[in-house]
């Protein structure tokens, strides 16, 4: 499973790295230490915790922001059907859900607790591995 720094979570959240320090010293957040002694969030958890926060309306001190129609976030969740998949990512206070194969999401790999970056362009959104 994938892990996220505080930088690299705060990030995903649409929030500072402080007020994500914040949320883990409170304990809203689930951090473990690695070798060096950084701060390291489950994918699975941040999945959880990003749905969460985007359901009470996300924090007073959150910053979020779309470039290019680029929505930077986390996978939540991934239906896999014979031929085609839905993968929803939660981008800041934003969900994005995408229709696509089967095939594209075993390709990239996708899977609940990854970054990704879903891209809208009109009424598409095309998903991205980063």
């Known amino acids: ?43 699975k958890d941040l999945a ?20 290019r129609n680029a929505f930077p976030g986390i996978v939540t969740a991934v239906k896999l059907g014979d031929v085609a998949a839905q993968v929803e990512i939660q981008a800041g206070p934003h969900r994005l859900v995408s229709l696509l194969t089967r095939e594209a999401v075993e390709e990239l790999g996708l899977e609940v607790g990854m970054e990704a970056t879903a891209r809208v362009k009109s009424t598409n959104v095309h998903i991205d591995r980063t």
Not at 35 to 42: A, F, H, T
Not at 48 to 67: H, K, M, R
């Open 48 to 67: 959880a915790f990003s749905v969460e926060l985007a359901q009470n309306g996300g924090e007073e001190d959150a910053s979020y922001t779309s470039v």
């Open 1 to 43: 499973m994938q892990r996220y720094t505080i930088g690299q979570a705060a990030r995903l959240l649409g929030v500072s790295p402080d007020t994500a320090r914040r949320w883990a010293d409170a304990g809203r957040v689930t951090t473990q230490r690695d070798e060096g002694g950084r701060r390291l969030v489950d994918g």
